[in-house]
């Protein structure tokens, strides 16, 4: 899928094809239990790229062109 890449991390979890529950199925089974570290890092990838203050930059580097 385009664009994927800048928005996800395999480490953060995975992907499955819409509407295909085996894959679903088989990707929740194979994914590790969740845990302090995995967590933190998942949270600190959504910091540094969604949080409010990257996002205003971004828009306002954008609409000043």
């Keep these: 899928i385009a664009g994927i890449p800048f928005v996800a991390d395999k480490k953060c ?3 499955v ?4 529950v085996r894959e679903l199925a088989k990707a929740i089974m194979q994914q590790p ?3 302090e570290r ?4 998942c949270r600190q990838y959504a910091l540094n ?3 409010f ?3 205003y ?3 306002m580097d954008i609409w000043r062109g």
């Design 13 to 15: 979890g995975c992907f």
């Design 17 to 20: 094809e819409t509407g295909n």
């Design 33 to 35: 239990r969740k845990n």
């Design 38 to 41: 995995m967590s933190e890092y």
């Design 49 to 51: 790229r969604y949080s």
């Design 53 to 55: 203050d990257i996002l």
């Design 57 to 59: 930059s971004k828009v």
